[in-house]
């Protein structure tokens, strides 16, 4: 599958680069992500693109440990709500840890994450996907997971936990700041087969010191990604582009990872179309507005990428058979 990230994880980069005056838009569109989709927390972003921002914007404004300057104890400010409350509601860390894979792609499809035992240490371990020869930024990504992964059992263990050790598996070479500064005592290993945060593992039973809810709870949050097919990731992503202009299917390859052609055909072999699928995203997103807000037909054009609101309101006809304002009045009664 074609790994997805949700738009809150580059808000937190972009936040901090705002503050220092980084030409942030500049790079959002250099690395080809929307400029406009800071309203839409939850949407989904192509993961390589917002890689490649996180790598450019670091190396271009001297930033190299960025990741750990986006960093926030505050989860609600670093997770979606799918992610958080799941998590930190485990009743022990152990639990906790179990829930991480399954939420965590809630946040970053494609991650993997699980928790190994080793006599007297624990390590919950992480993988990313694509290397750092295949996008670069993944000492960024991977030492700032580690640290939110650390926050984790810190939630269990106690405002005074300290890790045993930290694995990385980004190599010396790649970490162009001082790791150590961010560990004071504490062993750090690189090219490691993986990541991970070492730890005793007595604490694995370590009760939650809040308010602690079955997994059964939280069964509707789960909406990550069901299928591998492009047309199912495109879906996802797209929305958050609208705003910026009509999407082509050069920006569909380039979320996919794949010649516009090697897309087409793909898309062929779905029954669809590169065409259709924003027209069905324009859709869905425009019932959304009309269902859920309050936002006027003419800002939603606007929101959808059309140039003007008859365009929409022509469009959204011959979706419904209905104007919006019909649509809107049919909800109302």
Known sequence: MIPITRAITLSN?????????????????????????????????????????????????????????????????????????????????????????????????NISNWTEVSGANARACLLLPLLSKEVPGYELYET???????????????????????WLASSRKDLHFNIERAYPGIPVLTSKPYGAVEFPAKLLRTLNPGDPKPLATFSGLVDTPQSAKESNILKLVLPAYLRDHTPKISLGADITRQSARTLQRKLQQEKTSFRRIV???????????????????????????????????????????????EYRGYLSD
């Open 279 to 325: 027209d069905d995203v324009r859709c869905r997103v425009a019932i959304d507005y009309l269902t859920n807000t309050m936002k006027p037909p003419s800002l939603i054009a606007s929101l959808l990428g059309y140039s003007d609101e008859t365009a929409f309101i022509r469009a959204f006809k011959r979706w419904t058979a209905h104007t919006p304002g």
């Open 13 to 109: 980069y972009v936040k901090t680069l705002r503050q220092i005056g980084a030409p942030v838009d500049t790079g959002l569109r250099k690395a080809r992500l929307p400029t406009l989709y800071e309203e839409l927390p939850r949407a989904w972003l192509p993961y390589a693109n917002v890689r490649k921002f996180i790598a450019n914007m670091a190396s271009a404004e001297g930033i190299p440990d960025l990741g750990f300057r986006t960093l926030s104890n505050n989860f609600d400010q670093v997770f979606v709500r799918s992610f958080s409350e799941p998590v930190l509601s485990a009743p022990t860390l152990n639990l906790a840890l179990e829930r991480l894979p399954v939420f965590t792609r809630q946040q970053t499809t």
């Open 144 to 166: 700032r997971t580690l640290k939110l992964m650390e926050f984790i059992i810190r939630h269990y263990a106690g405002a005074n936990f300290l890790p045993t050790a930290i």
